[in-house]
């Protein structure tokens, strides 16, 4: 069975730009997280996905935003990137909401805002 | 509030010898608690869960946790040693709050000396 994937990889962007990253999780899961992963901060819980709907949301301003279509994939957004924005995002995949099941990690989209 | 606390930032061993990586948790309600472990350049993978089930909880690579309530600890640990243990470990704790909230410890980076 297929790992979580995201795209792309690596990415370079400008302050004030926007930038969309995608995530496909492991077929049958329900269920997506993101996060984002910084020296300074640690791992931080963005917002997680399950069916369509917003299920939970961590303390990231509104600037960061997402949404996951009907066939699970998911895509997080972040409008008027700031230097501070740069990280690792990392998306994760679970059967259902993130609690008791495990998740399953993709290998992240390293941003860099110059 | 929920949260979570790995009492080492680094920890050094030398090959062969025992591993312990400890964390504490506070939550208010039943949490369910995960250990994760993400080597260089990788994304992250789950070690073992606790779901209120067996106190001892076994998981992958002859890693093992045991949750003690009255310490509110799940500390991790590992008979012996190996090198490709060397990556950073992340205690997780998962509280269902409103749509299951899930906080990352900030890590625990484990040296393995030859």
């Known amino acids: 069975k297929a790992g979580v994937t995201q795209t792309p990889r690596y990415l370079i962007k400008t302050r004030g730009q926007q930038v969309t990253l995608s995530c496909s999780p492991i077929s049958g899961h329900r269920s997506v997280s993101w996060y984002q992963q910084t020296p300074g901060q640690g791992l931080q819980f963005l917002f997680e996905y399950f069916s369509e709907t917003q299920r939970n949301k961590g303390n990231f301003p509104g600037r960061f935003s997402g949404r996951q279509f009907s066939n699970s994939r998911s895509e997080m957004n972040v409008s008027t990137l700031e230097l501070g924005d740069s990280a690792l995002y990392l998306c994760?995949?679970?059967?259902?909401?993130?609690?008791?099941?495990?998740?399953?990690f993709g290998p992240g989209t390293r941003l860099t805002v110059t | 509030a929920q949260s979570v606390t790995q009492l080492d930032s680094h920890v050094s061993v030398s090959e062969g010898t025992p591993v312990l990586l400890r964390c504490n948790y506070s939550s208010s309600y039943s949490p369910s608690l995960f250990w994760y472990v993400q080597h260089p350049n990788k994304g992250l993978q789950l070690l073992l869960k606790?779901?209120?089930?067996?106190?001892l909880v076994k998981g992958i690579n002859g890693f093992e946790a045991e949750f003690k309530k009255s310490e509110t600890s799940f500390h991790l640990t590992k008979p012996s040693a190996h090198m490709s243990d060397a990556a950073e470990y992340f205690c997780v704790v998962s509280v269902p709050t409103g749509g299951f909230k899930t906080i990352f410890g900030a890590g625990t980076r484990l040296f393995v000396k030859a």
């Open positions: 994760a995949s679970s059967l259902e909401p993130s609690g008791a099941y495990e998740q399953y």
């Open positions: 606790y779901t209120s089930a067996a106190t």
